[in-house]
């Protein structure tokens, strides 16, 4: 089946870095991925839509200059989580779309802020 | 606005027991309904796939079923393990690009 990869799998960086994770398709294109949040005994929200060569749709509340999202290739998203704070830690997930609609989730990246 | 729940929040059973958990959602209109495993601190695993125009899937122990009338989903687990024990999330597709997550219920199997 088609599977879905992130990297890296779990990162602690200090208060005030970015960080970028990555997400790729690695046997289909994908022109479509999404990128979700997971926040300890929650459940999963989608922050934003990232589509190949066009600028990622938002969920509301969600804050597009902190969370950067590229979609430059169609195996390739990556999320940059920009001047990061404690309250962004969390588990990040992307998923992929494939031509048939199908999708495909990623294993997951955890993020901890220092 | 779709809203997915899910009952109970967490359960837990001793070894061997059929164990039956529930998911429900507000809106019929769905493409598809995905129930998944989370272990503790990682991603997630599909577990079954049901889409709109079907009323069950089976794999193994694992059967769900869907009711799209009545808004409601249910994940059976037959002869329950202690490596069953994790949290279970549904999914429901309510768009082409939309999916919305339940809370999940976790479980715990008691050896």
């Known amino acids: 089946g088609a599977v879905v990869s992130q990297h890296p799998s779990w990162v602690i960086c200090k208060s005030g870095t970015s960080v970028k994770i990555e997400c790729r398709s690695l046997?289909?294109?994908?022109?479509?991925m999404f990128w979700y949040r997971q926040f300890p005994k929650q459940s999963l929200m989608l922050m934003a839509t990232?589509?190949?060569?066009?600028?990622?749709?938002?969920e509301q509340g969600v804050e597009k200059d902190k969370f950067l999202i590229n979609h430059a290739s169609l195996t390739l998203s990556t999320l940059t989580v920009t001047s990061a704070h404690p309250e962004d830690s969390s588990f990040y997930i992307c998923?992929?779309?494939?031509?048939?609609?199908?999708?495909?989730f990623g294993p997951g990246t955890r993020l901890t802020v220092t | 606005k779709q809203e997915v729940t899910q009952i109970p929040a967490a359960l837990s059973v001793p070894e061997g027991e059929n164990l039956v958990l529930n998911c429900s959602f507000t809106?019929?209109?769905?493409?598809?309904l995905q129930w998944f495993r989370q272990d503790p601190g990682k991603g997630l695993t599909s577990l079954l796939l049901?889409?709109?125009?079907?009323r069950e899937q089976t794999s193994g122990r694992l059967n769900a079923s869907l009711d799209k009338s009545s808004g409601r989903s249910t994940l059976y687990i037959a002869a329950s393990q202690p490596g069953d024990s994790a949290t279970y999330l549904c999914?429901?597709?309510?768009?082409?690009?939309?999916?919305?997550f339940g809370p999940g219920t976790s479980l715990s199997v008691i050896p």
């Open positions: 998923s992929a779309m494939d031509r048939a609609g199908e999708q495909y």
């Open positions: 046997d289909f294109q994908a022109t479509t």
């Open positions: 990232s589509n190949e060569g066009s600028k990622a749709t938002y």
């Open positions: 809106d019929s209109a769905i493409y598809n």
């Open positions: 049901i889409q709109s125009s079907q």
């Open positions: 999914a429901v597709r309510t768009s082409y690009d939309k999916v919305i």
